[in-house]
């Protein structure tokens, strides 16, 4: 009789043990189930949207005037000088945008000539400081030497205007 009881014990704790077992797997398929239908896709780095902007610079007889089309980090637009008893040039820009500074190519005529030289803009205030400093010849444009020791001062300011 006791090995009878003994049997039934074992057989009872098989079955409660098999019941727990598939409850434990069925809560353990039902959560990650759950998780993967709750988790939503978000990119780390969003898709930077395009803007576009326009700045002017006046100051006694000289003018400029510079509009910008940025598309995440790669920027394009048209820049014009006119500064006072010098040819006047206008051309266009393509560069890129890192940070505060934008690194543009400047494609322009003056002179009948075309020419290529390298400009770099920091954004500060809302304005952009346009730099200058010591440049070479290199590949057939004009560049900087060391864009780190550009000079940002009160050269040439751009003021942000209402594109036209």
Do not use: W
């Amino acid at each position: 009789m006791m090995k009878k009881i003994l049997f039934l014990f074992a057989g009872l704790a098989a079955i409660v043990a098999s019941c727990t077992s598939n409850n434990t797997e069925k809560k353990a398929k039902d959560t990650t189930e759950m998780i993967a239908l709750d988790t939503t896709f978000s990119p780390t780095n969003p898709a930077a949207e395009n803007s576009t902007s326009c700045y002017t610079y006046t100051k006694n007889r000289d003018t400029a005037s510079l509009s910008l089309t940025i598309k995440g980090e790669e920027l394009t637009g048209n820049l014009k000088y006119h500064l006072f008893e010098k040819d006047a040039n206008k051309g266009t820009i393509a560069g890129e945008v890192k940070g505060d500074t934008i690194i543009a190519d400047y494609t322009f005529d003056s002179e009948g000539l075309r020419s290529v030289r390298q400009v770099v803009f920091l954004k500060k205030d809302g304005k952009l400081y346009e730099g200058y400093g010591e440049s070479e010849e290199k590949d057939g444009r004009s560049v900087f030497k060391n864009r780190k020791a550009l000079k940002f001062d009160s050269q040439l300011i751009f003021t942000p205007v209402e594109c036209k």
